[in-house]
């Protein structure tokens, strides 16, 4: 393998190309083999020598690897890389391996000449030099590429899973959770240097895609935090200094682009820290509160803040990053977005759940759990126009609990609402499944008997009231015993809902003026109108 002596200049001053030859070799400080850190905040330029058996004819390329990118620092690029003679040597720009990796190829012919390396912008202070041969190092780059494309994949079907969910849910929060996906995953495309493997482009350009992608990135995180945790209900300036910091971070953002100011650099920066400080503040406020949605967030995101500390903490000390920063920081993100689509899932689950007892107490009755009259209707015309079809019988029972109101008068409501629940389910358990129990309203009930002509209707009808006779309601001490009069009326030709409804109600009013407790069936009389044609 190539060896790589590096030397940093003496000064962090800024020497010229001339002055920096002229250097003897003594003033160059060392930089160790094993931990080739640079660092960028006291030299300027570097003193590259290539050496060992095998490097003639060899190629070598550099890694320089610079500290954090995202969302808390900046990149370097090396400038300009020049053999003895001065000239410019192969500097790739357009880099293999991307912003995480920027390198540099130094062809064989060069290996002999001390390099010189001078680095464009120090808004980082730290550098790892490294000489790999070219398949190595090709072959630790893609490693580490694979690794952040299984990464990305797997946000990819998790974001996509969760923008279904919000899809269904029609919910514009999780739409904001959404673009925050995509855009994490378009920053990472960025950074990752696959974009660049494929796609020629700029350098410039491309220091603007990623600028521009962090900013939506943070921009569409921010805004999400603050619909998902509904800081606008409950810390409504918080919540306009975030949006307004949002601006100002956009704004930033723009200015940065194609700059290597540090102090711009450095508000950017600070500005991101200061929004995810104030949105874990109250998220934190809110889980003590006992928030629930606060709960998931801070599951989902402190592990993210916390990185982003602790990548800030490596940042800020002059020692090269661990290995596992890099891998760690991706999980941590992949969780984030695996936790948000938890949320997501249930969120769609309650939602479901609200709506299936909506459409419940729409076609149901909140006492008895029968169906209502609305349903009633809806089953009575599918089920007559099923007879006609089929030419089969169709017959309505119409049920009218006798003296109820003495039983209110008597033992009180309450006693009544266990009546009609007793009476409902007593009922119920007598039915086959193709017959319908509904409630009309009050003490009325009705009996839908598909396939059943009228005289058998009235057994079915006799055979109910003997069961409610033998089932009395008993509450205590209190035996609570119900008569029922029940008219009868089966389909005809010319009947819609409404009038087989009215002749079963007529045959129940003869019932009851008969001395009720008992099944009175239809007459020809009971509709006049069409009897006669
Ligand atoms: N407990 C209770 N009572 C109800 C409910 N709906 C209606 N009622 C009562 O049912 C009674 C019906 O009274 P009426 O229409 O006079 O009939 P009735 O007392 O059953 O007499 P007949 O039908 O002539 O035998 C009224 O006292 C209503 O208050 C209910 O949901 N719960």
Redesign the pocket.
Known sequence: APELTIGCSPTSAQLTLEQVRALPTEAWKTVDPNAPFVDLAKAEWCRLQVSGADTLGAVVRFKVSSALIAPVATFYWPDVLRDDQGTQVGVETRSFGGARHPSVLVEARHTGQPIYLRFLTRSSPRGVLEAWGVSDFTARVRAEQSFEMAVMASMAVLGLMASLFAYQLGRRVLVYLCLWVISVIVLRVLESGLFTTWVSIEEDARRLLNTLSLTVAIAFSVVFSDRYLKLGDHFPRISRLLMALVLVLIGVGLLTVGQVTTHLRELYNALIILQFMLVGICALVLFHRGDEMARFFILGWSPVLVMSVVRTLFFLTPAPLPVWLEPLWQVTLLFAVFVLLLVTARATRDAEREMHVVRRAASHDA?TGLANRASLFEALKSGMAKARTTRAPLSLLFL???????V?DEHG?DV??H??RHFAATLQSRLRADDMLARLG??EFVVLLPGVPLEHARKVSDDLRNVLSEHPLILGDLTCRMTV?VGVAALRDEDDAESLLKRADAAVYRA?AHG?DRTVLETVFDAPALSLR
Do not use: I, P, Q, V
């Open positions: 006492l009218d609990l006798d003296h109820f109101k003495h209110n409501h009544g609402d009546c009609l009050g003490e009069s009851k009720r």
